[in-house]
């Protein structure tokens, strides 16, 4: 792992939120995207080396929308940058950890992605990340 990547944010309406964070961060929103796979709507916010990601329920049996119910609005997850994503999977299989997609997938801002179970992370949903080439 080399950097956090971005900080994922669950919240209930990116029109409200967007808003938001522009104000808290004193910059603008770079990109929204929808991923359809995920059932979810982004929006990325950059300060510095630091990148936020608001995610927003397209679906009320998505993940996200799941996980407003149980916990309401709020962090959702640390995504680390990687230089390998699968070497770096089966390194962290092999450290025991255990991983919630045996295989990348498409993720939001041009990513490969897997997430690692939180209860092998302290709670901690970790997201790896790398850039497709």
């Not at 295989?103 to 801002?109: L, M, V």
């Amino acid at each position: 792992m080399q950097k956090i990547e971005h900080i994922g944010i669950a919240v209930k309406k990116l029109d409200i939120s967007v808003p938001l964070f522009e104000k808290l961060l004193n910059t603008v929103c770079y990109k929204t995207e929808m991923v359809e796979s995920e059932k979810v709507s982004t929006a990325f916010f950059q300060k510095g080396e630091t990148k936020i990601e608001l995610l927003e329920s397209t679906d009320p049996d998505g993940v996200i929308a799941k996980f407003i119910e149980k916990k309401g609005e709020g962090l959702h997850h640390i995504a680390f940058d990687v230089q390998d994503i699968e070497a770096e999977m089966k390194r962290l299989q092999n450290e025991g950890f255990v991983l919630l997609n045996e295989k990348p997938k498409n993720g939001a801002d041009n990513k490969l992605v897997c997430f690692l179970h939180p209860k092998g992370t302290n709670g901690v949903l970790v997201e790896l990340c790398q850039e497709k080439k």
